[in-house]
């Protein structure tokens, strides 16, 4: 699979055959004449490019020279980005302090309409306390004249009890229960014991004789006389008996009109404290509530007060910030100014022109430390013009 070589041939391999002086001599003579080639060219350049020391030294002093030419712009660019940073952050932070004017102007107004409106609303509050408690003052007023009027009723209620009471405790004493038969007997009695009975027996008159038949009549009628009475006697003791029956009705309706009485007396009495408890609680409530309602406009307003102050005492610190800033600004104005002249001198030897790279980005560090280098290095002017103006 290898490739076919000649015999004795410069790849061939080793031990294919032996390699004689000549091999090695070809080789020789090649590196010779390379070497003869590598002087000659030297010395051609040398000829051509004659006096390198001079050459170096001007383009090394150009080289120099355009250095500084690009690191003068370099400085100028920077100090143009700085600029145009310091620019930016002013118009920043004037926008800030506008935009921070128009919110407190506006949290100002709308504070100010809060308040205006908390209090109409505590206004407000106060007239229906007001109202409310006319209310229950009136209603307490009505419940107290219905209270009086009540007591005099329970007053006439008890002096009627009274005198019913005592006209049917002279009627019981006076209408005892009878006993009808010995009511009889004892009226009997006393008919058997007067004179007339006796009269009677001592009249002789016979039976046939003209006067004797109404003498027995009569003496019938005479004993029947003691039935009589007590008949008589037992029907008045019946309308005495119903009499103090209807007595004891009224006298019941007068004491179930008494209870009444006393139950709706004593539901007015109930409903009169129920009422007051009530008017007093929500009186209370009513007082507590304006009491509460004036405490929460208070501390709102107390609040809103503070806040206005705050916002006062922060729209100052800006105002502050933005004249510091400002002069901050005018001084970097004057600084980058003089740093600017300095650094635009006219230079002598004409600066290649050569493309402005990308600038990078700017560094929040570089740049204060550029910051306090201008106000360090305008301190010690600003203290004497100060000095100066004061002297």
């Known amino acids: 699979m290898g490739l076919a070589m000649e ?27 390379l070497i003869q080639f590598l002087i000659i060219l030297g010395l051609v350049l040398f000829m051509v490019y004659g006096n390198v ?36 952050s002013e118009k920043q932070c004037q926008e800030h302090f506008k935009e921070t004017n128009k919110s407190c102007e506006a949290l100002t107004l709308m504070l100010n309409q809060k308040a205006k409106t908390l209090e109409m609303e505590l206004a407000k509050e106060k007239a229906i306390c007001t109202k409310d408690k006319d209310g229950l003052a009136l209603g307490k007023r009505v419940v107290e004249e219905q209270l009086a009027e009540c007591s005099k009723a329970q007053d006439q209620q008890r002096q009627q009890r009274q005198l019913a009471e005592n006209q049917l405790q002279r009627v019981q004493t006076l209408c005892l229960p009878l006993d009808k038969e010995k009511l009889e ?50 029907e008045l003791a019946r309308s005495l008996r119903a009499g103090i029956d209807r007595v004891a009705r009224e006298n019941s309706d007068l004491q179930r009109q008494k209870l009444e009485v006393e139950q709706a007396l004593r539901a007015s009495q109930e409903a009169k404290e129920k009422v007051e408890k009530e008017a007093q609680a929500r009186e209370a409530k009513l007082q507590a509530e304006c009491a509460r309602q004036t405490q929460l406009a208070l501390e709102e307003k107390a609040t809103l007060r503070k806040e206005r102050d705050n916002l006062a005492k922060e729209l100052e610190e800006k105002k502050r910030e933005a004249e510091h800033l400002k002069m901050q600004l005018a001084v970097s104005n004057s600084a980058l100014d003089t740093c600017i002249k300095a650094k635009s001198q006219p230079i002598p030897l004409p600066r290649p022109v050569v493309p402005v790279p990308n600038p990078p980005p700017i560094d ?18 600003a203290g004497s013009s100060i000095a100066s103006s004061s002297g």
């Open 7 to 33: 015999h004795g041939g410069p790849y061939s391999r080793a031990g294919s055959s032996p390699r004689g002086c000549w091999y090695y001599l070809r080789y020789f003579f090649l590196f010779v004449s």
């Open 53 to 88: 020391h001079v050459g170096t030294e001007s383009n090394l002093q150009a080289t120099e020279r355009r250095a500084d030419g690009l690191y003068g712009q370099v400085i100028y660019m920077n100090n143009q980005r700085y600029m145009a940073a310091i620019i930016l």
């Open 185 to 234: 007997a004892e009226l009997y009695r006393l008919w058997r014991d007067s004179i007339i009975p006796r009269s009677l027996d001592n009249l002789g008159y016979g039976i046939f004789h003209p006067i004797g038949s109404e003498v027995a009549s009569i003496r019938r009628t005479c004993d029947q006389m003691p039935a009589l009475m007590s008949t008589k006697v037992e």
């Open 364 to 381: 929040p560090a570089g740049l204060e430390e550029f910051k306090r280098r201008i106000l360090e290095s305008q301190r010690p002017s």
